[in-house]
């Protein structure tokens, strides 16, 4: 049996090599596609021990990528953190472009390699340094909080970065730092309306969206709830706030991923993308999904087959300009010496404060 364009055996031995895979994968895997992937997934395990490197992927990986080859999985947080303490001399980035950026920045000295190079983000396409340094002009001493799903040279021009796990504890400390009531908070419009309604600061926003959470309404959780009675609805705080409002729990990829796995739910709601609840469900066997998911086209760009030719190839590596990385590292650092972030509440408080509203640059 072969992998797309790789000719590996499914041997015995493979077999035996990722049957903890295996059983993590197999209620989303057929045993055909299986026999596939589980001699490439072998081979790249054998690869990354023999380049010294380590597979930092993203919860929005593909279930074979998450459970069969990634070193360590996580939220963006969680992936940045661990960029910064490994000891292998390479990091293959399974997530998009700004993921790796954020790993360059933090390990200058290691080789950062991302499978597609047309992994990207469209939240980190909204806005320029150039941008980031006329909204700096427009409002002279107020800090400047972005989002890590930013271009280096958009993070060279920022004060600290923060990331859905930790946006609202980051604003408040930017706020108390710079001795000021108001933080710059882009550039995704609906995350900063997000925090706007958990905390006392103003905020200022930029109209980022990101594509895959824009695009679910209340309507649609709604009727959701209708038709799938009792289950708890979780969101990503990149979904509009009217989403938030009738959702049950807000946070980010990993807060999602812990209240289900911490609380096993009997029936669940995953607002975000698709392969979340695939991950998520290995670790939760009695919790019933529903999966009304929106595909991340950016996320996707990465497969087990492109991850294999990285490995053998060394394509294609991420590099940051030394100036831009060392500005955006402080930005990072800061953000990574912060306490880790409370366990988000229950989205109550913001339903109580639903009028909070942002300025909009
Ligand atoms: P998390 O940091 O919550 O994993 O989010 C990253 C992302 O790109 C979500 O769309
Ligand atoms: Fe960017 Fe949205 Fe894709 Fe996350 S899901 S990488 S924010 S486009």
């Not at 306490?339 to 109580?352: Q, S, W």
Request: proline content about 6%; overall charge negative; some cysteine.
């Amino acid at each position: 049996m072969a992998a797309d364009g790789f000719q590996f055996p499914f041997t015995p031995e493979v077999e035996a090599a990722t049957s903890a895979a295996w059983d993590k994968v197999k209620a989303h895997v057929t045993p055909m596609e299986w026999r596939a992937q589980a001699p490439l997934i072998a081979e790249i395990n054998r690869l990354k021990h023999e380049r010294d490197a380590v597979i930092l992927a993203h919860n929005y990986m593909t279930p074979e990528i998450f459970h069969g080859v990634g070193d360590y999985v996580g939220d963006s947080l969680g992936l940045a953190k661990e960029a910064a303490r490994s000891s292998a001399r390479v990091i293959v980035q399974a997530g998009v472009h700004f993921m790796a950026e954020t790993s360059k920045i933090l390990s200058p000295d290691k080789t950062v390699l991302i499978p597609d190079l047309r992994a990207g983000c469209s939240l980190a396409a909204s806005i320029t340094g150039a941008d980031v340094r006329l909204i700096k002009q427009r409002y002279p001493g107020v800090p400047v909080v972005t989002y890590v799903n930013t271009t280096a040279e958009v993070k060279a021009e920022t004060d600290i970065c923060c990331t859905s796990a930790n946006a609202v504890q980051v604003v408040e400390e930017a706020a108390r730092l710079w001795g000021t009531d108001r933080v710059i908070l882009i550039p995704d419009e609906f995350l900063a309306r997000n925090v706007a309604r958990q905390t006392d600061i103003k905020i200022i926003a930029w109209q980022g969206r990101c594509e895959v959470h824009e695009r679910f309404t209340a309507e649609d959780i709604l009727e959701i709830k209708a038709s799938f009675p009792g289950a708890e609805v979780l969101a990503h705080p990149e979904c509009p706030a009217e989403v938030l409002e009738v959702a049950d729990f807000a946070g980010s990829t990993q807060a999602m991923q812990d209240y289900v796995v911490t609380r096993q739910p009997r029936r669940v709601v995953l607002i975000t993308e698709c392969s979340m609840a695939e991950n998520v469900a290995a670790y939760a066997p009695a919790t019933e999904f529903l999966r009304p998911c929106n595909l991340c086209p950016h996320m996707k760009r990465i497969t087990l087959e492109n991850i294999y030719e990285t490995l053998l190839t060394g394509r294609h590596e991420v590099t940051v300009d030394p100036g831009i990385a060392a500005r955006a590292r402080l930005a990072v650092q800061r953000m990574i010496d912060l306490p880790p972030p409370a366990v988000p509440a229950r989205y109550d408080l913001v339903k109580a404060r639903h009028h909070v509203d942002v300025e909009l640059i």
